[in-house]
C-alpha cells in the first residue's frame, strides 16, 4: 500500500512536528487533539516553524503555503475515516492510548496502518489492543521532528513485511532515515543514550568531575556535540528519570537504576531547561552550573 494522506493524533510537541514534516513531504494531514484549542495551537506551532525554515531558506514561500493548506485540523475521530495512515502521538499513557485505538478502529479503512510514536510502551501489546495488529507499527521520531533525521521503527510480534515496507516509504518521504529497531524497553536510541546519561549523573554524584568537566569532557574527549548533562537538562530529568525506571522495571536489570543525585534533583522540582534549573541554572543569558 503506499501512503498518500495521514492521520496525526495529538497536537503537542510532537505530534505537530510529525504534522508538519508529513505536510512538507505532500501527504494530506489530519490533526487532531481534544480540544480544537490545542490543535489550533499546534498548528501555530507548526506555522512558527516553518517561518524559521523560510528565514533560514530551507523552504520557500510557495512549499510553506501550500504544506499549511494540506493540514486540516480536527477533534473528530471520524475525519480519520479516508487515511491511509494514523500516527498516534498523544501524551505517554496506556489506557490512554488503547482506549484511543479502541474509538479509533471501527472509523478507519480496513486497509489503513496504524502507528504510534510511544517513546516506552511496547509496541506489540498496544498492537493487540487495536483490531490490525498485523498493519501496527511503532514510528518514533525524535524531538525537534523537523530537525532530527531519525526514525526508529518497531515491529510489534504480528507486524507484516508489506507494513514495515510501507511507512517505510512514507518515513523516507518525510526526509527521514529510519532504523528498525526491536520492540524492546526504550529500543534502540534511548537505550544507549539513557543509562550514559544516568553514569554521568552517577560520575557527578561521586563527585568525579565537576558539571563543566563531564559535560567538556565527553564534547572534547567523545567528540559529542553537547556534553552529557546538558543534554540531561534539555530532555527534562523527570522524562530520564522515568525511562530509567521503565528500563529497570522491564528487566530487572540494576545497571539500569537511576542515580541517587537524578532522584534528588526530580524531587527538588528542578527539572532541566524547562523548569529553568537543572545541573544547569538557567536563568540569565549563559547557563550557570549548579553545583
Ligand atoms: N517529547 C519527546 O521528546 C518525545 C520523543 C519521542 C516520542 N515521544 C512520544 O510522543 C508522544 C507524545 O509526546 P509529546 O511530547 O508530544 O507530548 P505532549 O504532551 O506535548 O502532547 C500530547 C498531546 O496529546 C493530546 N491528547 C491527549 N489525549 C488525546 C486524545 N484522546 N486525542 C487526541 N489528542 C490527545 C494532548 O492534549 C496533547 O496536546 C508520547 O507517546 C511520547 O512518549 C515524545
Given at each position: 500500500?503506499?501512503?498518500?494522506?495521514?492521520?496525526v493524533?495529538g497536537s503537542g510537541l510532537?505530534g505537530n512536528g510529525?504534522a508538519h514534516?508529513?505536510?512538507?513531504?505532500?501527504?494530506?494531514?489530519?490533526l487532531s487533539d481534544?480540544?480544537?484549542e490545542r490543535a489550533e495551537k499546534g498548528l501555530t506551532n507548526i506555522?512558527?516553524?516553518?517561518?524559521?525554515?523560510?528565514?533560514?531558506?530551507?523552504?520557500?514561500?510557495?512549499?510553506?503555503?501550500?504544506?499549511?493548506?494540506?493540514i486540516?485540523l480536527?477533534?473528530?475521530?471520524?475525519?480519520?475515516?479516508?487515511?491511509?495512515?494514523?500516527?498516534?502521538?498523544?501524551?505517554?499513557?496506556?489506557?490512554?492510548?488503547?482506549?484511543?485505538?479502541?474509538?479509533?478502529?471501527?472509523?478507519?479503512?480496513?486497509?489503513?496502518?496504524?502507528?504510534?510514536?510511544?517513546?516506552?510502551?511496547?509496541?506489540?501489546?498496544?498492537?493487540?489492543?487495536?483490531?490490525?495488529?498485523?498493519?501496527?507499527?511503532?514510528?518514533?521520531?525524535?524531538?525537534?521532528?523537523?530537525?532530527?533525521?531519525?526514525?526508529?521503527?518497531?515491529?510489534?510480534?504480528?507486524?507484516?513485511?508489506?507494513?514495515?515496507?510501507?511507512?517505510?516509504?512514507?518515513?523516507?518521504?518525510?526526509?527521514?532515515?529510519?532504523?528498525?529497531?526491536?520492540?524492546?524497553?526504550?529500543?534502540?536510541?534511548?537505550?544507549?543514550?539513557?543509562?550514559?546519561?544516568?553514569?554521568?549523573?552517577?560520575?557527578?554524584?561521586?563527585?568525579?568531575?565537576?558539571?563543566?568537566?563531564?559535560?567538556?569532557?565527553?564534547?572534547?574527549?567523545?567528540?559529542?556535540?553537547?556534553?552529557?548533562?546538558?543534554?540531561?537538562?534539555?530532555?527534562?530529568?523527570?522524562?530520564?528519570?522515568?525511562?530509567?525506571?521503565?528500563?529497570?522495571?522491564?528487566?530487572?536489570?540494576?545497571?539500569?537504576?537511576?542515580?541517587?543525585?537524578?532522584?534528588?534533583?526530580?524531587?527538588?522540582?528542578?527539572?532541566?531547561?524547562?523548569?529553568?534549573?537543572?545541573?544547569?541554572?538557567?536563568?540569565?543569558?549563559?547557563?550557570?552550573?549548579?553545583?
Amino acid at each position: 500500500m503506499s501512503v498518500q494522506s495521514i492521520g496525526v493524533i495529538g497536537s503537542g510537541l510532537m505530534g505537530n512536528g510529525i504534522a508538519h514534516v508529513s505536510a512538507l513531504a505532500g501527504f494530506s494531514v489530519i490533526l487532531s487533539d481534544v480540544a480544537i484549542e490545542r490543535a489550533e495551537k499546534g498548528l501555530t506551532n507548526i506555522k512558527n516553524n516553518m517561518g524559521r525554515q523560510l528565514t533560514k531558506g530551507l523552504i520557500s514561500e510557495s512549499d510553506m503555503t501550500a504544506a499549511l493548506g494540506r493540514i486540516q485540523l480536527t477533534t473528530d475521530m471520524a475525519a480519520f475515516s479516508q487515511s491511509d495512515l494514523v500516527i498516534e502521538a498523544a501524551t505517554e499513557n496506556e489506557s490512554l492510548k488503547k482506549e484511543i485505538f479502541a474509538k479509533l478502529c471501527p472509523l478507519l479503512k480496513a486497509d489503513a496502518l496504524l502507528a504510534s510514536n510511544t517513546s516506552s510502551i511496547s509496541i506489540t501489546r498496544l498492537a493487540a489492543a487495536t483490531d490490525r495488529p498485523s498493519r501496527f507499527i511503532g514510528m518514533h521520531f525524535f524531538n525537534p521532528v523537523p530537525l532530527m533525521k531519525l526514525v526508529e521503527l518497531i515491529r510489534g510480534l504480528a507486524t507484516t513485511d508489506a507494513t514495515a515496507q510501507a511507512v517505510t516509504e512514507a518515513a523516507k518521504r518525510m526526509g527521514k532515515v529510519s532504523i528498525a529497531a526491536g520492540d524492546s524497553p526504550s529500543f534502540i536510541v534511548n537505550r544507549v543514550l539513557c543509562p550514559m546519561l544516568n553514569e554521568a549523573i552517577f560520575a557527578l554524584g561521586e563527585n568525579v568531575g565537576s558539571v563543566e568537566d563531564i559535560d567538556n569532557g565527553m564534547k572534547l574527549g567523545a567528540n559529542h556535540p553537547m556534553g552529557p548533562l546538558t543534554l540531561a537538562d534539555f530532555v527534562g530529568l523527570d522524562t530520564l528519570l522515568a525511562v530509567m525506571h521503565v528500563m529497570q522495571t522491564a528487566t530487572g536489570d540494576c545497571k539500569y537504576r537511576p542515580a541517587p543525585l537524578l532522584v534528588k534533583y526530580v524531587e527538588a522540582g528542578w527539572l532541566g531547561k524547562k523548569s529553568g534549573r537543572g545541573f544547569y541554572d538557567y536563568s540569565g543569558n549563559i547557563p550557570v552550573p549548579t553545583r
